[in-house]
């Protein structure tokens, strides 16, 4: 099925572990995200990526790194997991900036826990 | 902060109601968007409404935009127990690139059989 599929669903690291979040789009999307959910706090950007071979702060990026490893695929990689980074991740593409045109396609999420 | 915000946070209705939920924003946008949210799911792109828009259908879904008081609403007529979701409003401003297009923190929308 066409979109944009992400793993892992679930886990769990504890305080200093690393990890990568993986994310691939089938679409030929453009422009790739990534943002956290938060319990009242709504999605909040983490890098964006606007292009291949680009890749940009968000919101948040503090704790974070990401690669655009071609146009399908963007990684999100924990350095060294706190427990502040416990949230529901989602990735997301969009044809055009900002999904000004069509909107963003989302992933199902990961949900991380750090202990 | 926030730019989009949705109001109410909850609400609850029985199976055929319509649902009204609405989006007040800060500043000028190029163009705000409605997605749905199952429990333990990804957010789903519902609508598009631009900012020389005011009002745009897609099946059961109406949303309505007026840039003069900044504000939204999406309306789900003869609502099912499949609507049950969150309903989140993004605003895609004029400038400022990727990082400024907010989301909000959601409508909770239960629908009652």
């Known amino acids: 099925n066409a979109g944009v599929t992400q793993t892992p669903k679930f886990q769990v690291l504890k305080t200093g572990q690393s990890m990568t979040l993986q994310c691939a789009q089938d679409m030929n999307h453009n422009s790739m995200y990534w943002y956290r959910q938060d319990p009242g706090m709504g999605l909040r950007l983490i890098y964006y990526s606007a292009s291949e071979g680009t890749t940009d702060k968000g919101e948040v990026p503090n704790g974070y790194n990401v690669s655009r490893l071609n146009k399908r695929e963007f990684s999100l990689r924990l350095e060294s997991a706190a427990p502040s980074q416990t949230s529901v991740y989602f990735c997301?593409?969009?044809?055009?900036?900002?999904?000004?045109?069509?909107?963003?396609?989302f992933g199902s999420g990961t949900r991380l826990t750090v202990v | 902060s926030q730019q989009g915000e949705e109001d109410p946070q909850a609400l609850s209705i029985q199976e055929g109601e319509n649902a009204t939920m609405n989006c007040s924003y800060k500043?000028?946008?190029?163009?705000l968007q409605w997605y749905r949210q199952n429990s333990g799911r990804g957010l789903v792109h519902l609508i598009l409404?631009?900012?020389?828009?005011r009002e745009k259908h897609s099946g059961r879904l109406r949303v309505t935009l007026d840039t003069s008081k900044k504000s939204s609403s999406l309306l789900i007529t003869a609502s099912r127990a499949a609507d049950t979701a969150s309903y989140f409003c993004a605003t895609v401003p004029f400038s400022g690139g990727y990082q400024k297009v907010t989301f909000g923190t959601g409508t909770k929308l239960q629908v009652i059989p």
């Open positions: 500043t000028s946008i190029n163009n």
């Open positions: 409404i631009r900012s020389n828009e």
């Open positions: 997301a593409s969009s044809t055009s900036q900002g999904g000004k045109d069509y909107g963003y396609t």
